[in-house]
């Protein structure tokens, strides 16, 4: 079933605790026989992508919706008709599918209509004048299939009216009407089937019989009549014939359809206001993958989510709300958070939430895999800035030392060549550093942003500082935020410097104030969003609020 997957994902703008954490956590449930899928929500940064190439793992998917898209949920496979095949070819489809709608599509599976039994039983029991439209000028291979026959003189194209005339045949010459271009079901007397053809029958359809007289075919042959045996009786003869015509005559042309990538409730509320019973799905091509009805929106279900390295619904994917929440692994603040239903709610007081993954895996004694080690260690020492944040923990450093070993790795190596990679800005432009790791809070109704960039060196910024301070303005005014920050974090400098943009800018700058006659200052010790600029903010805002 499509829907017993969990969906693992860290919080918006991903750094690598969030990444390695969900990858880590998907690992633990699948080997405990739960489906589990890792997901990011939204670019990964530069350090995240080196760990994951370093150790081979492919970037998670990209976890767009909490909820489902047509996509997403179970839906019937595609039972499909080309619209030249005939309605006799459309019965025996459904019969063998026990569908009662198919799509009709062309050569490229695009969808040009649709066929119900409701159209085919209107055929049925349509009247004669209807019944010669469909019929009008239709071919003997068509015909042949409706009737299981065998086609023993095909004539070049004739007008064919459409009207079909059952002949009940004797050795007897028969009363004769006006058989002119009609198709004409007859029995195995050769003198009637010559004289009919004379009178200008369009098509001759002939009932217990499997041989033809000589100058009955020539006959045949001069008056450019196509001639058929039957492989039925004279009735059901009769009933297939009306089955022949393509069901292009019959389908529905106004064709109501949804894309694969639509979102379910959606689709739901469209289905709401037609009296379909089942609709096509399509891809971005529009050709056909499935076919959907009421029954499957009202059996589908919102995403089953577990959280990790977040709690806050501001920071979680779209429609978290309305997703089934199961689990939160965390390390961070709770806000914002609450669920129908009970969750298993794991959250410490730590420096990573890798650190909380790699200890599950040595609680349920699950051995964990070489390379899923080295991962894990990276977002440790990524999110304890090589246990030089405040927020790290001797439990930290113990985990960190654990995975080393398992991994095979030296710590200060390993470190120094990825915060390299990590701290290296070169070539990005300001909005992409903005962008790459950022968080938004609604602190006391200030709607604040605190991104976080690492660096080597603070000389890094040096001539930077106008075109910053002019990305984080606009920034600012574009999501309307009271207070925006842009931290800019260096471990070999021991601090941050802070550029601030918004109406509560004072608020910021008496938190982290810059020394005389400075625009900005090295804010010593200060290394962690977390467990310092976030707090310390926090009791700032307080302060005023």
Known sequence: MKQDVIYITGHQHPD???????????????????????????????????????????????????????????????????????????????HETGRKTCGVVDDQDRVVGM?????????????????????????????????????????????????????????????????????????????????????????????RTDSLREDVLEAAKKMGCSILFSGHKTMNTSRYTYFAPPVSKIMSTKVVKFYANELAEDVGTKMMQTRYHAYPIVDENDRIVG???????????????????????????????????????????????????????????????????????????????????????????????KFQSPTTTEKDIRTANILAAIADLDIDEFASDMFSVGADIKGKTIKELLNQDIKFFDIE?????????????FSALVGMQDEIQSVLDEFTMKKELDLCLMAFTSILDNGSIFFISGEKTGWALETFPNQDEEMHSIQRGVLSRKSQIVPMLTATIQKYS
Not at 125 to 151: C, H, M, Q, V, Y
Not at 292 to 308: E, G, P, Q, Y
């Open 291 to 385: 076919c959907a009805s009421r029954f499957h929106i009202m059996n589908s279900k919102n995403k089953k989510i577990i959280l990790v390295d977040h709690n806050e619904f501001s920071q979680s994917v779209r429609a978290i709300e309305k997703a089934e929440v199961l689990e939160v692994i965390d390390h961070h603040r709770i806000n914002d958070f609450s669920t129908k239903r009970p969750v298993a709610f794991r959250n410490e007081i730590i420096g990573s939430t890798a650190t909380i993954v790699a200890t599950m895996f040595r609680e349920n004694q699950i051995p964990i895999p070489q390379n899923l080690a080295g991962l894990l260690l990276g977002a440790i020492l990524s999110d304890t800035l």
């Open 115 to 207: 066929l119900t039994l409701n159209d085919i039983g209107l055929v049925a029991i349509s009247d004669t004048e209807d019944s010669e439209k469909l019929l009008e000028d239709i071919s003997p291979e068509n015909i042949n299939t409706a009737i299981g026959g065998r086609i023993v003189y095909r004539a070049p194209d004739r007008h064919i009216r459409g009207r079909v005339s059952v002949i009940a045949m004797t050795k007897k010459d028969p009363a004769i009407h006006d058989v002119e271009g009609k198709i004409v079901i007859a029995g195995d007397d050769p003198d009637s089937q010559k004289h009919l053809i004379e009178m200008g029958a369009g098509m001759l359809i002939l009932v």
């Open 445 to 457: 109704n200030c709607r604040t942003m605190v991104s976080q960039v690492i660096i080597s060196k």
């Open 16 to 94: 690598t605790d969030s990444i390695a954490a969900a990858i880590g956590y998907a690992f633990f449930k699948r080997a405990n026989g739960i489906k589990a899928v890792p997901c990011r929500l939204g670019k990964i940064g530069t350090e995240t992508k080196y760990l994951l190439d370093r150790f081979g793992f492919e970037v998670p998917m990209l976890l767009e919706d909490a909820r489902v898209k047509m996509s997403e949920i179970e839906i019937d496979d595609p039972v499909t008709i080309h619209p030249e095949k005939t309605i006799y070819d459309a019965i025996q489809l459904m």
